[in-house]
Protein backbone atom coordinates (compact mmCIF):
# COMPACT_ATOMS: atom_id res chain seq x y z
CA UNK A 1 0.00 0.00 0.00
CA UNK A 2 1.62 3.19 -1.02
CA UNK A 3 2.53 5.50 1.83
CA UNK A 4 0.45 8.66 2.73
CA UNK A 5 2.00 11.73 2.54
CA UNK A 6 1.30 13.51 6.07
CA UNK A 7 -0.46 16.53 6.36
CA UNK A 8 2.24 18.54 7.82
CA UNK A 9 4.69 17.59 4.72
CA UNK A 10 1.18 19.29 1.88
CA UNK A 11 1.74 22.32 4.71
CA UNK A 12 5.00 22.69 4.11
CA UNK A 13 5.36 22.60 0.67
CA UNK A 14 2.17 24.88 0.48
CA UNK A 15 4.16 27.90 1.72
CA UNK A 16 5.54 27.90 -1.94
CA UNK A 17 6.34 31.66 -1.89
CA UNK A 18 8.85 31.20 0.57
CA UNK A 19 10.44 28.19 -0.78
CA UNK A 20 13.33 28.24 -2.92
CA UNK A 21 15.58 25.81 -4.87
CA UNK A 22 18.43 27.45 -3.20
CA UNK A 23 17.41 28.26 0.45
CA UNK A 24 15.87 25.19 2.68
CA UNK A 25 15.61 26.55 5.80
CA UNK A 26 11.69 26.26 5.19
CA UNK A 27 12.23 22.42 4.67
CA UNK A 28 14.71 22.53 7.69
CA UNK A 29 11.91 23.62 9.90
CA UNK A 30 9.50 20.53 8.82
CA UNK A 31 8.78 18.17 11.23
CA UNK A 32 11.29 15.72 11.86
CA UNK A 33 8.71 12.70 10.93
CA UNK A 34 9.09 13.79 7.25
CA UNK A 35 12.55 14.63 6.66
CA UNK A 36 12.47 11.50 4.64
CA UNK A 37 10.73 13.49 2.06
CA UNK A 38 13.53 16.04 1.72
CA UNK A 39 14.09 15.54 -1.50
CA UNK A 40 10.05 15.69 -2.95
CA UNK A 41 10.49 19.05 -0.83
CA UNK A 42 13.23 20.22 -3.22
CA UNK A 43 12.05 18.75 -6.50
CA UNK A 44 8.33 20.40 -5.98
CA UNK A 45 10.18 23.90 -4.92
CA UNK A 46 12.13 23.87 -7.98
CA UNK A 47 9.52 23.43 -10.15
CA UNK A 48 7.90 26.45 -8.76
CA UNK A 49 10.82 28.62 -9.17
CA UNK A 50 11.16 27.31 -12.86
CA UNK A 51 7.19 28.16 -13.27
CA UNK A 52 7.87 31.33 -11.85
CA UNK A 53 10.75 32.61 -13.94
CA UNK A 54 9.06 31.30 -16.98
CA UNK A 55 6.09 34.07 -15.98
CA UNK A 56 8.43 36.06 -15.92
CA UNK A 57 9.95 35.91 -19.05
CA UNK A 58 7.18 35.75 -20.93
CA UNK A 59 5.54 38.91 -18.84
CA UNK A 60 8.94 40.73 -20.27
CA UNK A 61 8.65 39.49 -23.77
CA UNK A 62 5.00 40.67 -24.16
CA UNK A 63 4.60 42.79 -27.17
CA UNK A 64 4.65 46.24 -26.52
CA UNK A 65 2.05 49.01 -26.68
CA UNK A 66 0.37 47.42 -23.28
CA UNK A 67 0.21 48.59 -19.91
CA UNK A 68 2.45 47.80 -17.07
CA UNK A 69 0.68 48.73 -13.31
CA UNK A 70 3.02 49.31 -10.57
CA UNK A 71 2.42 51.39 -7.05
CA UNK A 72 3.42 54.82 -8.21
CA UNK A 73 2.90 55.32 -12.01
CA UNK A 74 1.28 53.81 -15.41
CA UNK A 75 3.66 53.45 -17.81
CA UNK A 76 2.50 52.95 -21.27
CA UNK A 77 5.26 50.93 -22.99
CA UNK A 78 6.06 52.32 -26.18
CA UNK A 79 5.33 51.14 -30.07
CA UNK A 80 9.20 50.47 -31.22
CA UNK A 81 10.20 49.55 -34.61
CA UNK A 82 12.78 48.01 -36.25
CA UNK A 83 14.08 50.45 -39.30
CA UNK A 84 14.48 49.01 -42.20
CA UNK A 85 14.59 52.24 -44.35
CA UNK A 86 17.28 51.93 -47.60
CA UNK A 87 20.49 51.81 -45.36
CA UNK A 88 19.43 49.20 -42.98
CA UNK A 89 18.04 46.50 -45.63
CA UNK A 90 21.26 47.11 -47.73
CA UNK A 91 23.07 46.87 -44.76
CA UNK A 92 21.09 43.57 -43.62
CA UNK A 93 21.94 42.10 -46.50
CA UNK A 94 25.68 42.74 -46.57
CA UNK A 95 25.65 41.20 -42.89
CA UNK A 96 26.42 37.36 -44.14
CA UNK A 97 29.08 38.09 -46.70
CA UNK A 98 30.98 40.80 -44.22
CA UNK A 99 30.89 38.41 -41.25
CA UNK A 100 33.25 35.59 -43.68
CA UNK A 101 35.21 38.64 -43.96
CA UNK A 102 38.61 38.93 -41.54
CA UNK A 103 37.73 42.53 -39.50
CA UNK A 104 40.26 45.35 -40.38
CA UNK A 105 41.48 47.36 -37.22
CA UNK A 106 40.71 51.07 -36.92
CA UNK A 107 44.26 51.97 -36.56
CA UNK A 108 44.60 50.77 -40.75
CA UNK A 109 41.68 52.18 -41.41
CA UNK A 110 42.92 55.50 -40.21
CA UNK A 111 46.11 55.41 -41.88
CA UNK A 112 44.65 54.85 -45.26
CA UNK A 113 42.95 58.12 -45.23
CA UNK A 114 45.11 60.91 -46.51
CA UNK A 115 46.08 64.13 -44.87
CA UNK A 116 44.54 66.16 -48.26
CA UNK A 117 40.80 66.25 -48.01
CA UNK A 118 38.95 66.14 -51.63
CA UNK A 119 35.92 68.43 -51.71
CA UNK A 120 33.57 66.45 -53.81
CA UNK A 121 30.91 68.03 -54.53
CA UNK A 122 29.06 64.64 -55.08
CA UNK A 123 26.86 63.10 -52.30
CA UNK A 124 28.00 59.99 -50.59
CA UNK A 125 26.71 57.11 -50.66
CA UNK A 126 23.25 55.91 -48.56
CA UNK A 127 25.88 52.29 -47.48
CA UNK A 128 29.91 54.04 -47.14
CA UNK A 129 32.08 51.16 -49.14
CA UNK A 130 34.42 51.57 -46.04
CA UNK A 131 32.46 49.17 -43.68
CA UNK A 132 33.96 46.69 -41.62
CA UNK A 133 31.15 45.46 -39.25
CA UNK A 134 32.20 43.83 -35.69
CA UNK A 135 34.84 45.66 -34.29
CA UNK A 136 36.66 44.86 -30.92
CA UNK A 137 36.90 48.09 -28.10
CA UNK A 138 40.10 49.25 -27.83
CA UNK A 139 41.31 50.04 -24.83
CA UNK A 140 44.42 51.79 -24.68
CA UNK A 141 44.41 54.64 -22.63
CA UNK A 142 46.70 57.45 -24.29
CA UNK A 143 47.04 61.25 -23.61
CA UNK A 144 44.41 63.52 -25.17
CA UNK A 145 47.81 65.47 -26.47
CA UNK A 146 48.78 61.98 -28.14
CA UNK A 147 45.09 61.90 -29.48
CA UNK A 148 44.90 64.85 -30.95
CA UNK A 149 48.40 64.10 -32.99
CA UNK A 150 46.94 61.05 -34.06
CA UNK A 151 43.83 62.17 -35.38
CA UNK A 152 44.27 65.96 -36.24
CA UNK A 153 44.89 65.31 -39.92
CA UNK A 154 41.35 64.10 -40.05
CA UNK A 155 39.46 67.53 -38.71
CA UNK A 156 39.19 70.90 -40.04
CA UNK A 157 38.35 73.64 -37.34
CA UNK A 158 37.09 70.52 -34.73
CA UNK A 159 34.86 68.98 -37.64
CA UNK A 160 35.50 65.92 -39.14
CA UNK A 161 34.30 65.66 -42.77
CA UNK A 162 34.58 62.68 -45.47
CA UNK A 163 37.62 63.00 -47.84
CA UNK A 164 35.70 62.53 -51.16
CA UNK A 165 32.22 63.40 -51.25
CA UNK A 166 29.67 65.40 -48.89
CA UNK A 167 27.85 63.68 -46.14
CA UNK A 168 24.45 62.80 -46.14
CA UNK A 169 23.98 64.99 -42.92
CA UNK A 170 25.67 67.15 -40.71
CA UNK A 171 26.00 65.98 -37.25
CA UNK A 172 26.52 67.10 -33.51
CA UNK A 173 27.03 64.36 -31.11
CA UNK A 174 26.70 66.10 -27.63
CA UNK A 175 28.49 64.24 -24.69
CA UNK A 176 27.64 65.45 -21.12
CA UNK A 177 30.10 64.83 -19.24
CA UNK A 178 32.37 65.40 -15.89
CA UNK A 179 35.96 64.34 -14.45
CA UNK A 180 35.65 61.74 -16.76
CA UNK A 181 38.90 62.18 -19.38
CA UNK A 182 39.70 58.19 -19.38
CA UNK A 183 36.68 57.59 -20.76
CA UNK A 184 36.05 60.13 -23.32
CA UNK A 185 39.59 59.13 -24.94
CA UNK A 186 38.82 55.60 -25.14
CA UNK A 187 35.55 56.59 -26.42
CA UNK A 188 37.11 59.37 -28.98
CA UNK A 189 40.06 56.61 -30.10
CA UNK A 190 36.92 54.10 -30.99
CA UNK A 191 34.40 56.64 -32.14
CA UNK A 192 36.27 58.66 -35.04
CA UNK A 193 37.91 56.21 -37.29
CA UNK A 194 33.95 54.68 -37.12
CA UNK A 195 32.46 57.78 -38.10
CA UNK A 196 35.61 58.28 -40.99
CA UNK A 197 34.78 54.63 -42.48
CA UNK A 198 30.80 55.87 -42.09
CA UNK A 199 31.50 59.16 -44.30
CA UNK A 200 30.43 61.31 -41.33
CA UNK A 201 30.27 65.02 -41.19
CA UNK A 202 30.18 65.59 -37.05
CA UNK A 203 31.21 67.78 -35.38
CA UNK A 204 31.88 66.90 -30.82
CA UNK A 205 30.25 68.84 -28.33
CA UNK A 206 31.84 67.56 -24.82
CA UNK A 207 29.64 69.54 -22.47
CA UNK A 208 31.36 69.18 -18.71
CA UNK A 209 29.77 70.47 -15.60
CA UNK A 210 31.24 72.34 -12.83
CA UNK A 211 31.91 70.22 -9.33
CA UNK A 212 30.17 72.69 -7.93
CA UNK A 213 26.31 71.45 -8.31
CA UNK A 214 25.14 68.11 -8.64
CA UNK A 215 25.43 66.28 -11.94
CA UNK A 216 22.42 67.27 -14.43
CA UNK A 217 22.59 65.33 -17.62
CA UNK A 218 19.19 66.46 -19.13
CA UNK A 219 20.35 70.04 -18.43
CA UNK A 220 23.31 69.52 -20.13
CA UNK A 221 22.15 67.97 -23.02
CA UNK A 222 20.22 70.93 -23.63
CA UNK A 223 23.13 73.17 -22.73
CA UNK A 224 25.26 71.40 -25.91
CA UNK A 225 22.33 71.60 -28.26
CA UNK A 226 21.93 75.02 -28.10
CA UNK A 227 25.44 76.09 -27.87
CA UNK A 228 26.01 73.89 -31.13
CA UNK A 229 23.07 76.06 -33.13
CA UNK A 230 25.37 79.16 -32.13
CA UNK A 231 28.46 77.56 -34.12
CA UNK A 232 26.73 76.04 -37.07
CA UNK A 233 23.87 74.96 -38.87
CA UNK A 234 23.15 70.66 -37.81
CA UNK A 235 20.32 67.97 -39.21
CA UNK A 236 20.87 65.68 -36.27
CA UNK A 237 21.74 65.44 -32.57
CA UNK A 238 23.28 62.23 -31.58
CA UNK A 239 23.50 62.43 -27.04
CA UNK A 240 26.08 60.28 -26.11
CA UNK A 241 27.28 58.97 -23.06
CA UNK A 242 30.79 58.81 -22.73
CA UNK A 243 31.66 55.26 -21.07
CA UNK A 244 29.92 53.45 -24.01
CA UNK A 245 31.80 52.47 -27.03
CA UNK A 246 30.12 51.00 -30.31
CA UNK A 247 30.99 47.31 -31.84
CA UNK A 248 29.71 47.62 -35.64
CA UNK A 249 30.64 50.01 -37.79
CA UNK A 250 27.27 49.69 -39.70
CA UNK A 251 25.23 50.96 -36.86
CA UNK A 252 24.61 54.28 -38.81
CA UNK A 253 24.95 57.22 -36.98
CA UNK A 254 22.08 59.41 -39.17
CA UNK A 255 18.58 60.57 -37.88
CA UNK A 256 15.64 59.71 -39.40
CA UNK A 257 11.76 60.19 -39.21
CA UNK A 258 11.76 59.22 -35.87
CA UNK A 259 14.31 59.63 -32.92
CA UNK A 260 16.46 56.42 -32.74
CA UNK A 261 18.00 54.58 -30.23
CA UNK A 262 21.22 53.72 -30.82
CA UNK A 263 22.58 51.83 -27.46
CA UNK A 264 20.26 48.76 -28.11
CA UNK A 265 22.07 46.14 -26.11
CA UNK A 266 25.18 46.28 -23.74
CA UNK A 267 27.81 44.20 -22.48
CA UNK A 268 26.25 45.34 -18.85
CA UNK A 269 23.42 43.57 -19.84
CA UNK A 270 24.34 40.53 -21.59
CA UNK A 271 24.20 42.92 -25.34
CA UNK A 272 20.09 42.61 -24.57
CA UNK A 273 17.66 45.64 -24.24
CA UNK A 274 17.31 46.46 -20.52
CA UNK A 275 13.49 47.20 -20.84
CA UNK A 276 10.98 47.83 -23.91
CA UNK A 277 11.15 51.17 -23.32
CA UNK A 278 14.78 51.93 -22.46
CA UNK A 279 15.54 55.22 -23.96
CA UNK A 280 18.79 56.20 -23.03
CA UNK A 281 22.79 55.58 -23.28
CA UNK A 282 23.15 56.72 -27.13
CA UNK A 283 20.43 58.66 -28.67
CA UNK A 284 19.68 60.27 -31.75
CA UNK A 285 16.89 63.38 -32.82
CA UNK A 286 16.52 65.68 -35.78
CA UNK A 287 17.04 69.21 -34.72
CA UNK A 288 13.30 70.00 -35.76
CA UNK A 289 12.56 66.43 -33.71
CA UNK A 290 13.97 67.98 -30.22
CA UNK A 291 12.88 71.25 -30.84
CA UNK A 292 9.22 69.31 -31.00
CA UNK A 293 9.57 68.03 -27.82
CA UNK A 294 11.25 71.28 -25.54
CA UNK A 295 14.58 69.26 -25.67
CA UNK A 296 15.05 67.41 -22.08
CA UNK A 297 13.69 68.12 -18.51
CA UNK A 298 16.25 70.07 -16.41
CA UNK A 299 14.61 68.81 -13.18
CA UNK A 300 16.41 65.19 -12.47
CA UNK A 301 19.64 66.08 -10.60
CA UNK A 302 21.57 63.24 -10.07
CA UNK A 303 21.56 59.58 -11.03
CA UNK A 304 18.08 58.53 -13.13
CA UNK A 305 14.79 59.18 -14.67
CA UNK A 306 15.82 61.82 -17.88
CA UNK A 307 16.03 58.77 -19.78
CA UNK A 308 12.28 57.94 -19.17
CA UNK A 309 11.09 61.49 -18.54
CA UNK A 310 12.80 61.87 -22.66
CA UNK A 311 10.74 58.70 -23.87
CA UNK A 312 7.24 60.42 -22.31
CA UNK A 313 8.12 63.66 -24.03
CA UNK A 314 8.46 61.63 -27.40
CA UNK A 315 5.60 59.57 -27.01
CA UNK A 316 3.28 63.04 -26.01
CA UNK A 317 4.57 64.41 -29.43
CA UNK A 318 3.40 61.62 -31.51
CA UNK A 319 6.63 59.78 -31.72
CA UNK A 320 7.54 56.47 -31.56
CA UNK A 321 11.74 54.73 -30.96
CA UNK A 322 13.39 54.05 -34.17
CA UNK A 323 16.02 50.80 -33.45
CA UNK A 324 18.52 49.10 -35.98
CA UNK A 325 18.42 44.96 -35.16
CA UNK A 326 20.16 43.85 -32.24
CA UNK A 327 23.35 42.29 -34.07
CA UNK A 328 23.80 45.99 -35.15
CA UNK A 329 23.82 47.90 -32.30
CA UNK A 330 26.17 46.18 -29.56
CA UNK A 331 28.03 48.96 -27.04
CA UNK A 332 30.52 47.77 -24.61
CA UNK A 333 30.60 49.89 -21.43
CA UNK A 334 33.43 51.04 -19.70
CA UNK A 335 33.58 49.83 -15.92
CA UNK A 336 33.19 52.62 -13.50
CA UNK A 337 31.75 53.07 -9.96
CA UNK A 338 29.23 55.28 -9.21
CA UNK A 339 30.63 59.16 -8.75
CA UNK A 340 30.05 61.27 -6.04
CA UNK A 341 28.62 64.03 -7.56
CA UNK A 342 26.30 62.01 -9.38
CA UNK A 343 24.03 59.92 -6.48
CA UNK A 344 20.68 58.75 -7.38
CA UNK A 345 17.87 61.23 -7.17
CA UNK A 346 15.18 60.07 -4.87
CA UNK A 347 12.35 61.90 -6.72
CA UNK A 348 12.69 60.32 -9.95
CA UNK A 349 9.28 58.46 -9.98
CA UNK A 350 7.74 61.10 -8.48
CA UNK A 351 9.03 63.79 -11.25
CA UNK A 352 8.08 61.15 -13.92
CA UNK A 353 4.71 60.92 -13.19
CA UNK A 354 4.43 64.85 -14.11
CA UNK A 355 6.37 64.82 -17.15
CA UNK A 356 4.32 65.50 -19.42
CA UNK A 357 2.59 68.21 -17.37
CA UNK A 358 5.69 69.65 -17.18
CA UNK A 359 6.91 69.59 -20.83
CA UNK A 360 6.20 72.72 -22.38
CA UNK A 361 7.61 74.88 -19.38
CA UNK A 362 10.79 72.56 -18.66
CA UNK A 363 13.38 72.55 -20.98
CA UNK A 364 14.77 74.39 -23.63
CA UNK A 365 12.74 77.02 -23.25
CA UNK A 366 13.70 76.77 -19.21
CA UNK A 367 16.91 76.25 -19.01
CA UNK A 368 19.59 78.74 -17.32
CA UNK A 369 23.64 78.65 -17.31
CA UNK A 370 26.71 79.86 -17.48
CA UNK A 371 29.32 78.79 -20.15
CA UNK A 372 33.16 79.41 -21.19
CA UNK A 373 33.62 77.29 -24.40
CA UNK A 374 37.16 76.09 -25.17
CA UNK A 375 37.89 75.06 -28.77
CA UNK A 376 40.29 72.11 -29.12
CA UNK A 377 41.64 69.91 -31.95
CA UNK A 378 38.74 67.38 -31.83
CA UNK A 379 36.14 69.00 -29.90
CA UNK A 380 34.87 72.04 -29.06
CA UNK A 381 34.84 72.14 -24.52
CA UNK A 382 31.86 73.57 -23.09
CA UNK A 383 32.02 74.07 -19.47
CA UNK A 384 28.69 74.36 -17.68
CA UNK A 385 28.03 76.30 -14.29
CA UNK A 386 23.91 75.03 -13.92
CA UNK A 387 21.88 76.17 -10.48
CA UNK A 388 19.72 73.12 -10.30
CA UNK A 389 17.92 74.95 -7.23
CA UNK A 390 17.03 78.33 -9.59
CA UNK A 391 15.65 75.44 -12.19
CA UNK A 392 13.12 74.09 -9.99
CA UNK A 393 12.05 77.25 -8.58
CA UNK A 394 11.70 78.57 -12.29
CA UNK A 395 9.24 75.57 -13.26
CA UNK A 396 7.50 75.94 -9.98
CA UNK A 397 7.02 79.34 -10.43
CA UNK A 398 4.87 78.37 -13.48
CA UNK A 399 2.12 76.60 -11.85
CA UNK A 400 3.59 73.17 -13.04
CA UNK A 401 2.15 70.80 -10.38
CA UNK A 402 5.54 69.07 -8.41
CA UNK A 403 3.67 68.98 -4.96
CA UNK A 404 4.60 64.87 -5.18
CA UNK A 405 8.53 66.07 -5.91
CA UNK A 406 8.81 68.18 -2.37
CA UNK A 407 7.46 65.43 0.15
Request: glycine content about 6%; aromatic content about 8%.
Amino acid sequence: MAQQIPRNAIVCLAQKTRVTFADKSLINRCPKRILRLRNICILVSFLISVIFLYKLSFISNRNTGQCVQNKTTLLILPRTNIDYDDVSLDVLSLRHKLQQQPNQTQDTQVQQLPHQRNLSSSRCSKLPPTLVGRLDTDKNLISLKQLGLKFQHLFNHGRLQPRDCQALQRLAIIIPFRKRWSHLIVLLNNLIPLLSRQQADVHFFVVEQSSRSTFNRGALQNVGFLEALQLGQFDCFIFHDVDLVPLNDKNLYRCGDNPRHFSVALNKYSYSLLYPGYFGGVVGLSTQQYRDINGNSNLYVGWGGEDDDLLERLLNKGYYISRYATDLSKYDMIQHGMEEGNKPNPFRLMLLETARVRQEVDGLTSIQYNKTITDLILFTLITVDIDNEQLLRDVWAGGTPLDNCTE
